[in-house]
């Protein structure tokens, strides 16, 4: 029998896509479970990107541009704009969501055997796209009692070689919830320059900052302008993970020519998506400043709530929709198994992404979760009250 390539062994599983066949099982058993185990908002799509998908008035569903359509490009510059980001629409690509940003990146950037540094924890298929380019990452890990801080930049240059070729950050952080700093993007910067690096900055969750401190963009960062690739994406802000809409942003036009070859090999990003979005753009402030405000209040919630369980911590988030959470126990891929297969309280059972998932190193995020707060206030609680009862009657708590 011809076997697979190697590079689809090295390939790694995602860590919250594939207990989903046990929370179908439980399903099947009758059981309710709460998913906070993905970054899937139940907010709303903009009712202007919904309208427009209604009333598509073409005839034919053809191929769009490569870098996507003019149109949408020229109004995605005016939403940047309101965040100091100055940018014209040569300067923007569209993508097949933030993913294929990622990957395009990488592809074009990195050469096999070529590293890249990136914190961690991090979301976990930054490891599969450098494994589908042949680049290797270089983590360096932040912790739960400095509160995902960034870690000293020594600890950044230690791991500097002649094959380093870039620092990736996500900013505001998945699956953390950090927010860097001004004076940490700095340093960032600094490095940067030092060594003429790449910095791929995913900045996806851009619109969901907690705190009187300021976004501090990788394009607000003078003097790496042509090492800054900026990832975006349209899932999270206006609920469209479905769309599969993202962007790649560079003002470095060598590596724009480059990208490009790429997205003319997959021909286009995805017609109807775009439409949605573009549409989405005109939605009222109102839409946004609600969607702030929901997830604050589910912020404050969650973590009042975590906080108050024998056992637990979490840091406070100061961005996106995520935290990770210590618990009590002796390893996070056998509890969020067993809450699926084994346990229920009140006919319903919770499901949690292993943090072991969003580190390289085996043994690390061994007692840490990721919780996603996408369900509203009143879902969170009862989430809140099986997962003590969960923590209670685990046989491996520590």
Known sequence: MPKISERANLMPASP???????????????TKVFHLNIGQPDIETPIEGLEALKHIDRKILEYSPSDGFLSFREKLVGYYDQYQIKLSPEDIIITSGGSEAVLFAFMSC???GDEIIVPEPAY????????????????????????FALPPIEKFEELINERTKGILIC??????????????????????????????????????????????????????????????????RYSECGIRIGALI????????????????????????????EASLDSPRSY????????????????????????????????????VVRLPIDDSDRFCEWCLKEFEYEGAT?????????????????????????????????????????????????
Do not use: W
């Not at 490009?260 to 439409?275: D, E, H, V, W, Y």
């Not at 912020?299 to 935290?323: H, Q, W």
């Open 16 to 30: 919250i896509r594939r207990l989903a066949p046990l929370a179908e099982a439980a399903k099947r058993r009758g």
């Open 110 to 112: 990195l050469n096999p």
């Open 124 to 147: 976990a298929n930054y490891m599969a796209f450098a494994v589908s380019a042949g680049a290797i990452i270089r983590p360096i890990t932040s912790t739960i009692d400095e509160g």
């Open 171 to 236: 900013n505001p952080n998945n699956p953390t919830g950090y927010l860097y700093t001004r004076k940490e993007m700095n340093l960032i910067r600094d490095l940067v320059k030092k060594y003429d690096l790449f910095l791929f900055s995913d900045e996806v969750y851009r619109e969901f900052i907690y705190t009187g401190s300021p976004y501090i963009s990788a394009c607000h960062l003078e003097g790496i302008e042509q090492n800054v690739v900026l990832i975006d994406s349209v899932s999270k």
């Open 250 to 277: 560079t003002k470095n036009k060598s590596l724009r020519s480059a990208v490009m070859k790429f997205c003319q090999a997959r021909l286009s990003p995805p017609l109807l998506g775009q439409i949605v979005a």
């Open 288 to 323: 946004a400043i609600h969607t702030y405000e929901e997830y604050i209040e589910r912020r404050n919630c969650l973590i009042d709530g975590l906080n108050k369980i024998e056992g637990v911590y979490s840091p406070i988030p100061m961005g996106a929709f995520y935290t």
């Open 350 to 398: 919770i499901m949690l992404a292993p943090a072991s998932g969003f580190y390289s190193e085996d043994g690390l995020g061994h007692n840490e979760v990721r919780i996603a707060y996408v369900l509203e206030k009143s879902e969170l609680k009862k989430a809140l009250n099986i997962l003590q009862k969960a923590l209670e009657a685990y046989p491996g708590k520590q």
